[in-house]
RNA sequence: GUGGGCGUAGCCGAGUGGCUAAGGCAUCUGGUUGUGGCCCAGAAGACCGUGGGUUCGAAUCCCACCGCUCACCCCA
């Protein structure tokens, strides 16, 4: 028997409202900020992502769907959307349009990882890009849009989480900072923190080893260590979300694996999913146009996972709207009434009407318990007695209506009026 | 890559060495050769994850592998 492969889930019909209900408010928030759509290959040159999301990193060094096509070229599945998007923007001219440029899509990401709740190798994100403007009222306006949209969907008990990383300038003095400071505590930091030292120091800040939160907490913070420029970005962003009272935390912990992000990096954190508890992820990435040998072009953006969403919909029981049952069900016995019953049924169709019918010559009975499954408030029934007599029974499975008989020529239009 | 938990029908799940492997949900059939829900009767559906070992005898004990799951790492 073959199963789904590891790392991935089939999403069946009894998920999809929560997954409906999802696709809709996106499309009502993006439309209500002025987003417009944009879908990028599921693929790209490997060497746009090396470039783009950085070597080193965790996604470039061990996650990425590689492979090389029947062509030789070098091709991996998408492991996140922002390179792509930055592709798009450079490769189509996006600069002659009005600045800045706002986008979104939705779709497939792909990632070799241990698979744990909420984290799949599969999995699809809501990406958000707002591209052309270091403005710090993007970055107010590209949040606001990811608060917006969990507000439409009904979430409480979220947390937002906002932290600057600065920039090429003053990030690597912050860094020497950091291993400075640590190289004076290397006894006391676990393994994988004098790992982290040597490859990845702004890791340090999110070890959740027990012995070294103390060492964490005594660190320099980021947010003390920005140059002028960046100091003020997120000033001014604080005082932004200040005005506006939207309830944030500043996480001096909060750091990015990605080497495009600069300044502003935030998360949305959500309870009760596992581990995996950050729905929302983003940041600025000023140097990302730059690195992909395009003009330096400043940009914002966020990916929110959807399954994570849809797990925090049902741990929240935020309900979802079904598909709605069938109108009607048709019901027939013998082979010139289920032909007289096709004819119907596809008038009601052609009516707009939600009309089924059963298939495979089953019972009466057979026939209504499905339509009783199905949930139809009506059955209409034309049997052999009823067919020479050009009529059908409509039988109101609510039980609210006694049965009556229907002309048979006339039943579409009798039923028209009656839903 | 590392560690914990778990694998009995589509789903849930009893059974922890010994007759043809419980039960429930769901499915199908019948209970008036034409009326659903409730009820009753019946049917179908499992090489007990796979392979090996111990034993007179294994779903049950041992080993290996595979799969699922949770956590670390990292991220959405």
Known sequence: MYTAPRGTIDILPEDQPYWHMLRNEIARVTEQFGYQRIDVPCFEETSLYV???????????KEMYSFQDKGGRDITLRPEFTAGIMRAYLEHGMRTLPQPVKLYTMGPIFRYERVQAGRYRQHTQFDVECIGEQDPAVDLEVMSLAWQLYANLGFHGLSFQLNSTGCPKCRPGYIAQLVAYYQGHVDEICDDCKRRLQRNPLRLLDCK????????????????????????????????????????????????????????????????????????????????????????????????GMERLVLTMKEQGLPAPTQPAPQVVLVYLGAPAKTAALVVLHGLLNRGIRAQIGFGDRSIKAQLRNANRLGARYVLIIGEQELSEGVAVLNDLSGEQPERRLALDGAVAALAALL
């Open 51 to 61: 470039r783009g999301v950085g070597e080193g990193t965790d996604i470039v060094d």
């Open 209 to 304: 080893n027990e012995g070294c939160q103390p060492i964490i907490a005594a660190a320099p913070h980021t947010s003390d260590h920005l140059c002028p420029e960046c100091a003020d970005h997120l000033g001014t962003l604080r005082g932004y979300l200040d005005v506006l009272e939207r309830p944030y935390t500043i996480n001096h912990r909060l750091v990015r694996g990605l080497d495009y992000y600069t300044k502003t990096v935030f998360e949305v954190w959500a309870e009760g999913i596992g581990a995996q508890n950050a729905v929302c992820g983003g940041g600025r990435y000023d140097g990302l146009a730059e690195q992909l040998g395009g003009q330096p072009t400043p940009g914002i953006g966020f990916g929110s």
